[in-house]
């Protein structure tokens, strides 16, 4: 069942419409733009954000004649949050997006995917790969055994992070969720504005090398330390218009942080259903790797994070921006810009 709501206004010409799609087993409010009868390109976001931050890119393609579609993933926004953490699994949420790719006529799309995204994206197409032509990862590679401590940590960069000072280098803070989930929840909670304005700042070119602050989340009591909660901060609008922003901390304000932290506590699940894909997790179809190259966690640049990626990705094209993780905000029209080259390139 699809139910219509209100429009969501945009200072460009095409408006997104907000539609809720309903199973017995979940609901996934999503956005949509462009001509019904257009191609299908689905957008997935990932931690802590909503269908919105893909504004710029659904008008864009959109505009391109595209149908575009972006749903809230489960645990965000106006889409199911339950309250067991072991409901958050990816496997779970593979298949919220393919009954809502059902619902919207099942026709192979191009799924682009972001952080978390990517993890849903890259595994729905390596368990159904007959729901897409083509595959756009930005700014986390994919992990054919599935995303989790186990599968990254092993990548991390040695160099920059001795195994005797940093066990779990850049990826400490998903340590922290598994070992103090309630606090890392609570201090994200504390100031909910604070928390999503800090989290979304554009890269710094200075960190490039540098131990990332995501490091030493644990010495630290947590990610903001013992003061348990943000530092006043302002939200940046080169990344989010001020109205989405506000849309996306109305959003955390029904259900805090704990549905989309949630996330970080499947590990075992995760590679478990990573490990039934067909072909050993391999994407036959066309992928396209967005890297931000001061991306402190996330990039592949000068290490082996995106070694399976390229293992498992026979035709794969990587293109690296000057941006840090929140490349689709931070490089809004440089992201649309490389979509549209790769989906010429490879006549999608």
């Known amino acids: 069942m699809t139910d219509r709501l209100q429009p969501i206004s945009s200072e460009a010409e095409l408006s997104l419409d907000q539609r809720t799609f309903s199973s017995p087993r979940q609901t996934t409010r999503y956005i949509e733009c462009g001509p019904a009868d257009g191609p299908l390109m689905i957008f997935v976001h990932g931690w802590p954000s909503i269908s919105l931050m893909w504004?710029?890119?659904?008008?864009?393609?959109?505009?391109?004649?595209?149908?575009?579609?972006?749903?809230?993933?489960?645990?965000?926004?106006?889409?199911?949050?339950?309250?067991?953490?072991?409901?958050y699994t990816i496997e779970e949420i593979v298949t919220d997006m393919a009954e809502l790719h059902d619902d919207l006529g099942g026709k192979p799309a191009i799924w682009v995917g972001h952080d978390w995204g990517c993890v849903v994206v890259g595994e729905l197409v390596a368990h159904q790969p007959k729901r897409s032509r083509g595959v756009v990862l930005t700014s986390l590679a994919y992990?054919?055994?599935?995303?989790?401590?186990?599968?990254?940590?092993?990548?991390?960069?040695?160099?920059?992070?001795?195994?005797?000072?940093?066990?779990?280098?850049?990826?400490?803070?998903?340590?922290?969720?598994?070992?103090?989930?309630?606090?890392?929840?609570a201090?994200?909670?504390?100031?909910?504005?604070?928390?999503?304005?800090?989290?979304?700042?554009?890269?710094?070119?200075?960190?490039?090398?540098?131990?990332?602050?995501?490091?030493?989340v644990t010495r630290n009591g947590g990610r903001f330390g013992a003061a348990h909660r943000a530092p006043p901060t302002e939200p940046d609008s080169a990344l989010w218009p001020p109205a989405d922003f506000d849309v996306l901390v109305q959003t955390f304000k029904a259900h805090g942080f704990r549905p989309s932290c949630a996330w970080y506590m499947n590990d075992d699940a995760n590679i478990a259903y990573a490990r039934k894909a067909l072909n050993g997790g391999r994407l036959s179809q066309p992928v396209l790797f967005v890297n931000g190259d001061f991306d402190q966690i996330c990039?592949?640049?000068?290490?082996?994070?995106?070694?399976?990626?390229?293992?498992?990705c026979p035709d794969l094209t990587v293109t690296s921006m000057p941006a840090g993780h929140w490349l689709p905000l931070e490089r809004k029209a440089e992201h649309i810009e490389a979509i549209r080259t790769w989906l010429r390139s490879k006549k999608l």
Not at 155 to 175: A, N
Not at 203 to 215: E, H, M
Request: charged fraction near 20%; charge should be negative.
């Open 299 to 312: 990039s592949i640049t000068g290490n082996r994070q995106g070694d399976p990626m390229r293992a498992t």
């Open 143 to 185: 992990q054919p055994d599935g995303h989790a401590l186990r599968t990254v940590v092993p990548l991390v960069d040695r160099t920059i992070y001795p195994v005797d000072q940093y066990p779990d280098g850049q990826w400490d803070y998903y340590r922290y969720y598994n070992t103090h989930f309630e606090a890392a929840v």
């Open 187 to 216: 201090d994200l909670d504390a100031d909910l504005a604070a928390s999503l304005a800090s989290i979304f700042r554009p890269g710094d070119p200075a960190g490039i090398g540098k131990v990332s602050p995501n490091a030493m």
């Open 55 to 87: 504004r710029a890119q659904m008008e864009a393609f959109a505009a391109d004649g595209w149908h575009c579609v972006a749903p809230d993933l489960r645990g965000y926004g106006g889409s199911s949050t339950p309250a067991a953490n072991d409901a």
